[in-house]
Structure formats: structure tokens, C-alpha cells
């Protein structure tokens, strides 16, 4: 009788575990706040040894217990400096928030040439509940990105997830206490470059993002309702990328957002239905940086579209994209978004799911004239193996699965996280009024020292 062919063995679903598979383990860079303490509590709770890599004073503040090196050097000396400490530590794995930083692309090198697993870290691509956990890279450098869509197999829907409230505020505090630690700690790192420089500048970009969302809100208001109405205009909605996104800069043909927007806003003028609008989106993210009214005023000026080459600010994503005929991308994953609302999309840059069958896969100048349509049925498949293979359902910021609160101490900590607080200012403003000479970084320095444990 014939033999039975195996039954697939199912894709390993993505989680912390396969990290503390290994013994010894090296961490680089993580997300902004404590989360790369905590998963050092993991791990070494499993029986590994690990050692950290700090490059400038947030990483001190968030990361201060156990095997730390520094590395106050400049850039030039980075791999070596890294060979050295693996040599050093026998490391079998290095772990890192994000590949596109240089010092995260040396090591990546780096562990491939000497055979060691490289684990990369990243906001989900499935947001806002999960992580992206990969071997190998994440985004363009995914071991997703090869795979076609024949080769996926088949796997079960993801469970439920569990919501994390209060992401993006404990996000927005970790995220000023990181800056406030890079600039007191700048003359210890002399030669560190982040990729948002701290300083007051940036510092004031980020209050003028508040002010500006307030005022976007009125100024928007009939446009905004003009997009979101029942009778709304056939749109392409164009969902911009940060201004230093690293995804632009080493895996598109763009250097700058700007260029991005006078080629798209070109093609469209050229060669799109003559009663379809054309939607910029500003990255929420970018509110304070950077604003480009005038560049896209300026381009529907000048290829004679005026009126259907629109910007705008603050618009509710998902019912944007439940409304537009089709997305344009460079490689965001916003992409996958508007693939789960059935909307057509098109990514002009290097991506891990710009897939034939799943993205258009044609030139822009076709895309305005038949998108298609999303195949759903591809595109559940390679979601519910993305979310197997690729994301764990947490969150770096809000999530206390690495290191759980009791619940009747929760009270007895937010009193003294208030105490701690009102402590911290009271000494920031007593030297503010001492008459010495202030010094602002080292100000927010100690005030970060004494919020954080």
C-alpha cells in the first residue's frame, strides 16, 4: 500500500524563546524605555549570560545592572571593537532593535561572517498589538521578503490579541527620558550620532507637534469632512513615511520624502483619471519636524492639478482607507493596513510583502487607471503566517509580561512614582533659582535618573 504522505509541520511561531535558546547573548541598541532590561531578566533567568553595548547616556539610564560595555569610540572603530567583545564573550547571538542603524548593519555583517544568529527586533507589522521578533533582519532584510506566496503554507488565524492601553503615552515618557539621558550623557559619547540629534531643537520640534495638531485640527475640518463623506471623491491616498525614515534611504530610489512626493504627484497629474484626487497623509510622527503644504501646493501648480492634489495632517487612517480606491507606498507598513480594509496597493520600494498577487506589481502611471483589486484570500494567508512566524502579541512600552507588577503593590508604586516626581522637580527648580549657572541637559538628567528605577 502506498505510504501517506507526512503531515506539514507547522512554521514555529515567533517568541522570546527562541532567543534564550542561546547562552550567550549580545544586546545592541532596543527600543526606547526598559524593555531591554527586562528581557535581560528573561534571559538570564533561562540560564543565559548576557551582555549589553551602550553608545550613548539613554542607553545608561535605561540599562545600568550587569555585564555593560560602553562604547564611546568612533564609528571607524565599531567592527572591530565588536569582533573583539564576541571573541571576548564565546557570544552565539547578537540581539538589536532595528537593522537600518549603521552600527546594527555592521553587526549584522558581522554575525554572518562569523556564523552567529542575529536577532532584530522592530515595531510590529501588525500594529498596535504585536512586536516583530526576526532572525536574520526585519522590513526589506525580513526572510519574509524571498518567500513567495506559493511557498507559504497554510496556518490557523491568530487568536484574539491582548490590547495594551497607554502604548503610546508610556512611549512618548520613555522616549523623552532616552533624550533627555542623550543629551546629558553627549560629552561622555562624544563621537555618537542618533538619528533625531538631541538637543533643544529637537526638544522644541516635538512641542511644536502638540501645538500644530490643535491647529490642523480646525484648519483641516472641510477638507477633512469633505474625504470622510458619503458622497466623498475617488482618492488615492498616499501615507507619508517619517522624514529620516532609514527604509527610504537604503531601500528605495529616493533620498529625500520630497522627491517621493514631485515623482508621485507627477505621475498622477500625467496619467490619472481626470476626476480622481490625489491624498498626502503627514506621518503623525513628523507633525513637528517637517510640513510640505507648499511642495504640494507647488507640484499641483505646476503639472496643472490643481484642486485634486491635496495634503493633510490629522484624517483617521482607517477611515481614510476604507473610502480610497487604491494606496501608494514607498515600503510602509501601513501597506499591510490597507490590504486588510480590500484596498489595492501599490509599494515603489524595496518590501518584504510587495508580492505578485498580493501588491500591484505594474508601473505607477498603470495603477491610477486599474489598481485591481486586494485578492483577500492571498492576502489572509500570508497575514496569518506573518503573524505566526514574525510577531509576538505584546508590546515594548506597555506590556509587564517580562516583569509582572503584583497587584497589591500597583497602588504603593504609583504613590511613589508621584512622590519620586514631585521630589525630582523639587530639586530641578532649586537649582533652576540657586544663582549658579543652570545646566538644562543635567537637569533632565537627574530628573531621569530619579523617575527611572
Avoid at 532593535?97 to 546594527?104: P, Y
Avoid at 477638507?223 to 471623491?233: F, T
Avoid at 492639478?305 to 494606496?327: F, K, Q, T
Wanted: one cysteine or more.
Amino acid at each position: 500500500m502506498p505510504q501517506k504522505a507526512p503531515a506539514p509541520v507547522a512554521p514555529e511561531p515567533a517568541s522570546l524563546d527562541q532567543i534564550a535558546r542561546h547562552r550567550r547573548i549580545l544586546l545592541l541598541q532596543g527600543p526606547n524605555g526598559p524593555f531591554f532590561a527586562r528581557l535581560r531578566d528573561l534571559l538570564a533567568a533561562k540560564g543565559c549570560h548576557v551582555t549589553k553595548v551602550n553608545f550613548n547616556g539613554g542607553d545608561d539610564i535605561f540599562y545600568r545592572r550587569g555585564d555593560v560595555v560602553r562604547f564611546m569610540q568612533p564609528m571607524v572603530l565599531w567592527e572591530a571593537t565588536l569582533r573583539n567583545l564576541v571573541a571576548a564573550r564565546r557570544t552565539d547571538a547578537i540581539v538589536v532593535f532595528g537593522t537600518s542603524r549603521q552600527h546594527h548593519r555592521l553587526a549584522a555583517r558581522v554575525a554572518e561572517a562569523l556564523g552567529i544568529a542575529f536577532w532584530a527586533f522592530e515595531e510590529g507589522y501588525v500594529r498596535p498589538d504585536y512586536i516583530t521578533l526576526e532572525c536574520g533582519g526585519v522590513n526589506a532584510d525580513s526572510p519574509l521578503a524571498t518567500l513567495a506566496i506559493a511557498e507559504i503554507p497554510t496556518v490557523k488565524a491568530p487568536a484574539k490579541p491582548r490590547r495594551f492601553p497607554h502604548a503610546f503615552r508610556k512611549m512618548a515618557l520613555y522616549s523623552f527620558v532616552y533624550f533627555a539621558g542623550g543629551m546629558a550623557g553627549a560629552r561622555r559619547y562624544p563621537h555618537y550620532r542618533h538619528h533625531k540629534p538631541f538637543g533643544l531643537p529637537e526638544l522644541g520640534q516635538w512641542i511644536r507637534a502638540a501645538y500644530r495638531k490643535q491647529v490642523y485640527r480646525w484648519q483641516e475640518r472641510p477638507l477633512r469632512e469633505q474625504l470622510l463623506a458619503n458622497d466623498h471623491p475617488h482618492f488615492f491616498l498616499v501615507p507619508l513615511q517619517v522624514y529620516n525614515d532609514s527604509q527610504i534611504r537604503t531601500h528605495s530610489p529616493w533620498r529625500r520624502i520630497e522627491d517621493f512626493i514631485e515623482w508621485t504627484a507627477h505621475s498622477f497629474a500625467q496619467h490619472a483619471p481626470a476626476d480622481s484626487v490625489l491624498v498626502f497623509k503627514h506621518h503623525p510622527m513628523d507633525r513637528g519636524h517637517t510640513d510640505y503644504a507648499a511642495l504640494v501646493d507647488a507640484c499641483a501648480k505646476r503639472f496643472s492639478a490643481e484642486g485634486r492634489i491635496v495634503y493633510i495632517h490629522d484624517a483617521h487612517l482607517p477611515s481614510l482607507l476604507h473610502r480610497c480606491i487604491g494606496l501608494v507606498t514607498v515600503n510602509s507598513t501601513t501597506g499591510l493596513q490597507a490590504l486588510f480594509h480590500r484596498v489595492p496597493v501599490i509599494a515603489l520600494g524595496r518590501c518584504f510583502y510587495a508580492k505578485p498577487g498580493l501588491t500591484y506589481q505594474g508601473p505607477l502611471d498603470a495603477f491610477w487607471n486599474d489598481p485591481g483589486a486586494a485578492d483577500m484570500r492571498v492576502y489572509t494567508r500570508f497575514r496569518n503566517y506573518l503573524v505566526r512566524v514574525s510577531q509576538i502579541n505584546s508590546s515594548f512600552y506597555a506590556d509587564d509580561m517580562l516583569a509582572p507588577v503584583p497587584e497589591r503593590g500597583r497602588k504603593a508604586l504609583q504613590w511613589r512614582t508621584l512622590a519620586r516626581l514631585l521630589f525630582a522637580l523639587g530639586l530641578v527648580t532649586a537649582d533652576a533659582y540657586s544663582g549658579r549657572a543652570w545646566d538644562i541637559a543635567s537637569a533632565l538628567n537627574v530628573l531621569a535618573m530619579l523617575l527611572i528605577e
